[in-house]
């Protein structure tokens, strides 16, 4: 993984995870452009990185993430700019489906606005039994557009736009009832869970994950076909083919 110095972002490699930490804890780690394409590159080292078998996200600071810092996105000098990260125009969530590897976010402050673009986003999420979850566009005379997209990874479009339309704190078990938490860190032992990845083939989940984020533009009738191709394809690689001779 090339290491760089990041503005915004904590990231590290412990054995076979990287770990990424929002570090903006003064702004409650709204996200500017520039850390949008820092969690970009560092998500691309991850893809590129076979060692690197899941990506676990954290913050520092009381809230897990605000949301869009939307000064600096109308405002690009108040931004600190990153002479090692190339800043494109890139969506959040966009960052989030060009991950091809399995993700954890552990959540222990509030989840605001465009945040719920990262949870909406990871494989798995895990929050404290106090955190709160808020889409509070409404009342800014705007709406959650981003935000859309995710949500309808998880849940249907009706429940979607309730949730949308729904400006108040809601709890965390409110949350998981939607879909958007799959377990509260009280009762998670989030080492063993980590541990079921570590002899994952790398291979196989990235051509999985790529496979899961191209079905959906796939025609129906066809789409048996794409995954027959994705099969065949995936096992002409070196490393099935290693990991097959290795079993004989």
């Known amino acids: ?4 110095t990041y503005q915004y972002i904590k990231v590290s490699k412990m054995d076979f995870w990287m770990e990424v930490t929002l570090a903006r ?4 780690n709204a996200f500017t452009p520039t850390m949008v394409n820092e969690i970009a590159h560092a998500f691309q080292d991850a893809n590129d990185d076979d060692s690197v078998k899941v990506v676990m996200l954290k913050a520092e600071g009381s809230v897990f ?6 000064k600096t996105f109308q405002d690009a000098d108040l931004d600190i700019r990153n002479p090692h990260v190339k800043n494109k125009d890139i969506s959040f969530g966009e960052v989030f489906a060009n991950l091809y590897k399995p993700s954890i976010a552990i959540v222990e402050g509030n989840v605001i606005a465009g945040a719920f673009l990262i949870v909406a986003g990871c494989t798995y999420v895990f929050c404290s039994e106090n955190v709160q979850f808020r889409l509070p566009e409404l009342d800014l005379g705007i709406f959650p557009f981003q935000v859309m997209a995710s949500l309808l990874q998880v849940m249907p479009e009706k429940k979607m736009l309730q949730l949308c339309l729904h400006t108040d704190y809601f709890s965390a078990r409110e949350a998981m009832e939607y879909g958007l938490v799959d377990g509260f860190l009280e009762d998670v032992d989030i080492e063993s869970f980590l541990a079921r990845f570590k002899n994952m083939s790398s291979s196989a989940v990235l051509a999985g994950f790529k496979a899961a984020r191209e079905l959906p533009t796939v025609a129906h009738r066809d789409r048996y076909n794409f995954l027959l191709r994705s099969l065949h394809e995936l096992k002409s690689s070196e490393d099935v083919k290693n990991r097959i001779f290795k079993k004989r």
Request: proline share 7%.
């Open 1 to 4: 993984m090339q290491t760089i």
């Open 25 to 28: 804890p003064e702004k409650r």
């Open 65 to 70: 993430c605000a949301g869009m810092d939307l």
